[in-house]
């Protein structure tokens, strides 16, 4: 009878050719003796593995496809190798696997099972920018992405400034790349002019900017350009 291989969480860059800066010596380790993988995309995830030149033959790796509607019945077939005694690794598309991102429900089996789970540090996107906002680190939520309607998405908006102000809490969103410029200009008409909001582009990136202003100078000053870039937004009320 076979002993169950552990559950590896394994990071991914979140801007290209930064895995020299930003991923720990760990993750090639990992990846170095591990066969199969549960992957948010195929080609990224190839495209990672070979970046790292660790000799690995790509074409030998097992790689299933992990997502948000992943049956439990098929994540009892997808994780059939770790109960044969092979370690596995799941690999988000950018930054750690398990935080916003589909990985959480194969951890989530994994406990369930008693397998061995275990994170590797890796850059995230949601926590460089709050390390790098000014706003409180003690208390604070992440909401994922913002209502697309017009109406529902300015509701919202309004919502999370109300729960920052009552909680004295950071609030984090986020907004699928080619609609952040119209994200950042809603936010703009629908806060209030004293709300502190800070802006993350293209996090570990040569080009990385953090900038928190209150929304009175971003409109003044104007918003960067964020149309396709990966952006974290993150606001505080004092």
């Keep these: 009878m076979h002993s169950n291989g552990k559950l590896y969480l394994i990071p991914n860059v979140l801007a290209e050719g930064t ?9 090639k380790e990992v990846i170095s003796h591990t066969q199969y993988y549960l992957v948010e995309n195929f080609r990224t995830v190839r495209r990672y593995i070979s970046s790292l030149q660790l000799g690995v033959d790509i074409g030998t790796l097992h790689m299933a496809l992990l997502d948000k509607n992943t049956s ?3 994540m009892a077939e997808l994780m059939r190798p770790i109960f044969e005694g092979q370690d596995m690794g799941i690999l988000s598309e950018a930054g750690c696997p398990g935080i916003a ?20 540090p890796g850059p995230s996107s949601i926590f460089l920018a709050l390390m790098g906002s000014g706003f409180s680190g ?3 939520a992440f909401h994922g992405y913002l209502p697309i309607e017009k109406k529902d998405r300015a509701a919202a ?4 400034e109300a729960a920052s102000r009552r909680d004295q809490s950071t609030q984090i969103f986020m907004e699928t790349p080619f609609r952040n410029q119209q994200l950042a200009e809603d936010l703009l008409q629908h806060l209030q002019p004293t709300t502190q909001l800070c802006i993350g582009k293209n996090l570990t990136a ?20 964020l149309h396709k870039i990966p952006t974290v ?4 009320v004092s």
Aim: net charge positive; proline share 8%; charged share 20%.
């Design 138 to 140: 003690q208390a604070f």
């Design 19 to 27: 895995a020299s800066k930003v991923i720990a010596p760990q993750v």
């Design 206 to 225: 040569a080009d990385e900017e953090i900038r928190t202003l209150p929304v009175s100078a971003w409109r003044s000053k104007g918003l960067p350009a």
């Design 157 to 160: 908006i309004r919502h999370l």
């Design 233 to 236: 937004f993150l606001l505080s």
């Design 101 to 120: 991102d589909p990985g959480a429900l194969a951890v989530a089996y994994a406990h369930r099972k008693g397998i061995q789970v275990v994170p590797i």
């Design 72 to 74: 439990e019945a098929q």
